[in-house]
């Protein structure tokens, strides 16, 4: 059974960085054919994809954030993290670190971001 587990500051001042972690257990990030995504949901708005990285550790990132967004992976504690610089109040949300293959099988709960000064 895989799990995954975000973490990371619940606050973040504008125009500082968001760092999450993900923390997958029960499965490995280098398996084939999976991708290790991070998605976000803002107050009242639906779910939007930032960007994933794969088994290789390839990144991938929507296009509206990638100016911004980094994804990274530590295979050796099973962790992929996501870096977003410069951020807004218009970043709150709520993170959600998932794993995709055909579909989005295994999601953590989300954490909820804030930015605010």
């Known amino acids: 059974q895989v799990q995954l587990q975000e973490s990371g500051p619940g606050l973040v001042k504008p125009s500082q960085t968001l760092s999450l972690t993900c923390t997958v257990s029960?499965?490995?990030?280098?398996?084939?054919?999976?991708?290790w995504s991070w998605i976000r949901q803002p107050p009242t708005k639906g779910l939007e994809w930032i960007g994933a990285?794969?088994?290789?550790?390839?990144?991938y990132y929507s296009q509206s954030l990638k100016s911004r967004t980094s994804i990274s992976r530590d295979t050796s504690k099973s962790q992929f993290t996501l870096q977003m610089s410069s951020v807004t109040p218009e970043d709150t949300a709520v993170y959600y670190c998932?794993?995709?293959?055909?579909?989005?099988?295994?999601w953590g709960q989300g954490t909820q971001v804030t930015v605010s000064s």
């Open positions: 998932a794993r995709s293959g055909l579909q989005y099988d295994y």
């Open positions: 029960g499965g490995s990030i280098t398996t084939n054919n999976y991708y």
């Open positions: 990285i794969d088994y290789f550790g390839n990144t």
